[in-house]
Nanobody, 114 residues
Framework: QVHLVETGGDLVQPGGSLRLSCAVS????????IGWFRQPPGSEREGVAC????????YYEDSVKGRFTISRDDIKNTVYLQMNNLKPEDTAVYYC???????WGQGTQVTVSS
Protein backbone atom coordinates (compact mmCIF):
# COMPACT_ATOMS: atom_id res chain seq x y z
CA GLN A 1 0.00 0.00 0.00
CA VAL A 2 1.31 3.41 -1.00
CA HIS A 3 1.55 6.19 1.55
CA LEU A 4 2.70 9.78 1.09
CA VAL A 5 2.87 11.84 4.27
CA GLU A 6 3.63 15.55 4.17
CA THR A 7 5.02 17.48 7.10
CA GLY A 8 6.56 20.88 7.68
CA GLY A 9 3.69 23.27 7.08
CA ASP A 10 3.48 26.23 9.41
CA LEU A 11 2.64 29.90 9.83
CA VAL A 12 5.56 32.05 8.65
CA GLN A 13 6.11 35.74 8.04
CA PRO A 14 6.67 37.13 4.54
CA GLY A 15 10.28 36.67 3.53
CA GLY A 16 10.65 33.61 5.71
CA SER A 17 11.52 30.03 4.82
CA LEU A 18 10.05 26.58 5.31
CA ARG A 19 11.04 23.08 4.28
CA LEU A 20 8.29 20.62 3.49
CA SER A 21 8.94 16.89 3.61
CA CYS A 22 7.07 14.06 1.90
CA ALA A 23 7.80 10.61 3.31
CA VAL A 24 7.03 7.92 0.73
CA SER A 25 6.41 4.24 1.36
CA UNK A 26 5.10 1.34 -0.67
CA UNK A 27 5.82 2.92 -4.04
CA UNK A 28 7.10 0.67 -6.80
CA UNK A 29 10.41 1.46 -8.43
CA UNK A 30 8.90 2.19 -11.84
CA UNK A 31 6.90 5.31 -11.06
CA UNK A 32 7.55 8.28 -13.33
CA UNK A 33 7.75 11.31 -11.12
CA ILE A 34 7.01 12.95 -7.83
CA GLY A 35 6.20 16.52 -7.01
CA TRP A 36 4.46 19.17 -5.02
CA PHE A 37 1.10 20.77 -5.73
CA ARG A 38 -0.77 23.42 -3.80
CA GLN A 39 -4.34 24.61 -3.41
CA PRO A 40 -4.78 28.23 -2.32
CA PRO A 41 -8.01 29.18 -0.53
CA GLY A 42 -10.89 29.31 -3.01
CA SER A 43 -8.71 28.18 -5.91
CA GLU A 44 -7.96 25.03 -7.82
CA ARG A 45 -4.99 22.80 -7.14
CA GLU A 46 -1.90 23.77 -9.11
CA GLY A 47 1.51 22.29 -9.77
CA VAL A 48 4.46 23.85 -7.96
CA ALA A 49 7.51 21.68 -8.59
CA CYS A 50 8.25 18.16 -9.70
CA UNK A 51 11.17 15.86 -10.34
CA UNK A 52 11.56 13.11 -12.90
CA UNK A 53 12.58 9.74 -11.55
CA UNK A 54 14.33 8.69 -14.77
CA UNK A 55 16.80 11.55 -15.13
CA UNK A 56 16.30 13.80 -12.10
CA UNK A 57 15.19 16.75 -14.18
CA UNK A 58 13.06 19.29 -12.38
CA TYR A 59 10.19 21.59 -13.25
CA TYR A 60 9.05 24.72 -11.41
CA GLU A 61 5.96 26.85 -11.79
CA ASP A 62 6.99 30.35 -12.87
CA SER A 63 5.97 32.12 -9.66
CA VAL A 64 8.27 29.96 -7.51
CA LYS A 65 11.34 29.82 -9.73
CA GLY A 66 14.40 31.02 -7.85
CA ARG A 67 12.63 30.70 -4.49
CA PHE A 68 11.64 27.02 -4.20
CA THR A 69 13.84 23.95 -4.62
CA ILE A 70 12.66 20.36 -4.91
CA SER A 71 14.99 17.54 -3.95
CA ARG A 72 14.83 13.90 -2.97
CA ASP A 73 16.70 11.57 -0.66
CA ASP A 74 16.39 8.04 -2.04
CA ILE A 75 17.87 6.52 1.12
CA LYS A 76 15.24 8.15 3.31
CA ASN A 77 12.52 7.81 0.64
CA THR A 78 11.69 11.44 1.19
CA VAL A 79 11.07 14.35 -1.15
CA TYR A 80 11.63 17.90 0.04
CA LEU A 81 10.45 21.33 -0.98
CA GLN A 82 12.66 24.11 0.30
CA MET A 83 10.72 27.36 0.17
CA ASN A 84 12.56 30.66 0.59
CA ASN A 85 11.42 34.28 0.42
CA LEU A 86 7.84 33.22 1.04
CA LYS A 87 5.05 35.55 -0.02
CA PRO A 88 1.43 35.81 1.16
CA GLU A 89 0.31 34.40 -2.20
CA ASP A 90 2.17 31.18 -1.36
CA THR A 91 -0.48 30.49 1.30
CA ALA A 92 -2.07 27.15 0.44
CA VAL A 93 -2.43 23.52 1.38
CA TYR A 94 0.60 21.79 -0.11
CA TYR A 95 0.24 18.23 -1.39
CA CYS A 96 2.79 15.64 -2.42
CA UNK A 97 1.93 13.53 -5.47
CA UNK A 98 3.57 10.56 -7.15
CA UNK A 99 2.65 9.16 -10.57
CA UNK A 100 1.78 6.94 -12.38
CA UNK A 101 -0.73 5.88 -11.26
CA UNK A 102 -1.49 8.89 -9.12
CA UNK A 103 -1.00 8.84 -5.38
CA TRP A 104 -1.63 11.85 -3.15
CA GLY A 105 -0.71 12.77 0.39
CA GLN A 106 -3.14 14.36 2.83
CA GLY A 107 -1.62 17.84 2.57
CA THR A 108 0.06 20.29 4.92
CA GLN A 109 -1.00 23.90 5.51
CA VAL A 110 1.40 26.74 4.73
CA THR A 111 0.30 30.20 5.80
CA VAL A 112 2.39 33.27 4.99
CA SER A 113 1.22 36.26 6.98
CA SER A 114 2.55 39.03 9.19
Amino acid sequence: QVHLVETGGDLVQPGGSLRLSCAVSGLSSDYYGIGWFRQPPGSEREGVACISVSDGSTYYEDSVKGRFTISRDDIKNTVYLQMNNLKPEDTAVYYCKAWAPDYWGQGTQVTVSS
